[in-house]
T-cell receptor, first 117, second 117 residues
Framework: DTGVSQDPRHKITKRGQNVTFRCDPISEHNRLYWYRQTLGQGPEFLTYFQNEAQLEKSRLLSDRFSAERPKGSFSTLEIQRTEQGDSAMYLC???????????????FGNGTRLTVT | AQKITQTQPGMFVQEKEAVTLDCTYD???????LFWYKQPSSGEMIFLIY??????QNATEGRYSLNFQKARKSANLVISASQLGDSAMYFC??????????????FGTGTRLQVTL
């Protein structure tokens, strides 16, 4: 049973560059989430997909951020014109669709740590 | 408004002792779920335990139990017989139907637990 996989684990980039992260969810999970976590804080929700449809985006997700999940499997998160404030851990999570049930935990990947210099 | 509050930035506990990590939450939705996650220094988020708002009994999973006091809106995590490997950040999280889709989790700021010899 493979878990959620994220690539790369670490990314160092210069301010102004574009970066793209990839997330491969657990194969039978049709819900996929992106979170951002800064030092000393809890994860903050960025966006959520059910299959290929992006159903919710946080106000934290500025127009420099875009996420896709084109075939309802893996997802990419792109940050354009990176800023130093974008430095954080970017976490991807997945869960099965379970109707109105509230009890499905999110299964997280190991994250991509972004450092913008 | 803060939906999840963890007031203990850091806690110490001796090995083999029990420890309680506090979590209070705020929602007007009668249907919600509460989760606890562990985040070791390696960064992955590990799901520990779940409590549903309609569950009559406190959740337990091995050495983890949840002290759920609905009227007080608290969901404290109790770790019994602490082990050195329990040293980590612990996050409380909630899912309800009031903040966008009834899917994402909202996290607290976490409590860093240090288990000592």
């Amino acid at each position: 049973d493979t878990g959620v996989s994220q690539d790369p684990r670490h990314k160092i980039t210069k301010r102004g560059q574009n970066v793209t992260f990839r997330c491969d969810p657990i194969s039978e999970h049709n819900r996929l989430y992106w979170y951002r976590q800064t030092l000393g804080q809890g994860p903050e929700f960025l966006t959520y997909f059910q299959n290929e449809a992006q159903l919710e985006k946080s106000r934290l997700l500025s127009d420099r951020f875009s996420a896709e999940r084109p075939k309802g499997s893996f997802s990419t998160l792109e940050i354009q014109r990176t800023e130093q404030g974008d430095s954080a851990m970017y976490l991807c999570a997945s869960s099965p669709s379970s109707g109105s049930s509230y009890n499905s935990p999110l299964h997280f990947g190991n994250g991509t740590r972004l450092t913008v210099t | 408004a803060q939906k999840i509050t963890q007031t203990q930035p850091g806690m110490f506990v001796q090995e083999k002792e029990a420890v309680t990590l506090d979590c209070t939450y705020d929602t007007s939705d009668p249907s919600y779920g509460l989760f606890w996650y562990k985040q070791p220094s390696s960064g992955e988020m590990i799901f520990l335990i779940y409590q549903g708002s309609y569950d009559q009994q406190n959740a337990t999973e091995g050495r983890y139990s949840l002290n759920f006091q609905k009227a007080r809106k608290s969901a404290n995590l109790v770790i019994s017989a602490s082990q050195l490997g329990d040293s980590a950040m612990y996050f409380c999280a909630m899912r309800d139907g009031l903040t966008g889709t009834a899917s994402k989790l909202t996290f607290g700021t976490g409590t860093r637990l240090q288990v000592t010899l």
